[in-house]
C-alpha cells in the first residue's frame, strides 16, 4: 500500500527556516514525479516545487522562486523542502504528493489532478 508521510513543519518567526521532509513507501520511486503543494482554508491548493524521482529535474513555482529548494535521498525514498527566508504568506498546510509516471520534460508543477497518492499534510505557521 503506498503512503506519503509528512514531517518537519511548525511554527517559526518571518525569516526563519524549516525543512520538511516525505518518507515515500509502497511504490516505486525511481519513476515518479514528487511534488509539494500548499493550501490555506478557501483557496485552491498551490503546488509549490516538483522534483523528478529518477533524475535531479526539479520545477517551483514562481512564488517561491529562491527562497525553496527541493531535494531528494533516493535511498530513502523521502523527499525535502528547505524552506528559507519564510514569510507570513508562506503559512498553510503543506502536502506531498506522488504521481506516477515516465520522465518527460514538463513545463510547468504537473497539475494537482494528475497525482496518484497524496500525503496527510504538515502545517506552517509563520506569525505576521
Known amino acids: 500500500q503506498a503512503q506519503l508521510a509528512e514531517s518537519g513543519g511548525g511554527s517559526v518567526q518571518a525569516g526563519g527556516s524549516l525543512r520538511l521532509s516525505c518518507v515515500a513507501s509502497?511504490?516505486?520511486?525511481?519513476?515518479?514525479?514528487m511534488a509539494w503543494f500548499r493550501q490555506t482554508p478557501g483557496k485552491e491548493r498551490e503546488g509549490v516545487a516538483m522534483i523528478y524521482g529518477g533524475r535531479s529535474t526539479t520545477w517551483y513555482a514562481d512564488s517561491i522562486q529562491g527562497r525553496f529548494t527541493i531535494s531528494q535521498d533516493r535511498a530513502k525514498s523521502t523527499v525535502y523542502l528547505q524552506m528559507n527566508n519564510l514569510k507570513p504568506g508562506d503559512t498553510a498546510m503543506y502536502y506531498c504528493a506522488a504521481y506516477l509516471g515516465p520522465y518527460s520534460d514538463y513545463r510547468d508543477i504537473l497539475p494537482i489532478g494528475w497525482y496518484n497518492y497524496w500525503g496527510q499534510g504538515t502545517q506552517v505557521t509563520v506569525p505576521s
Open positions: 509502497g511504490f516505486m520511486y525511481s519513476s515518479a514525479y
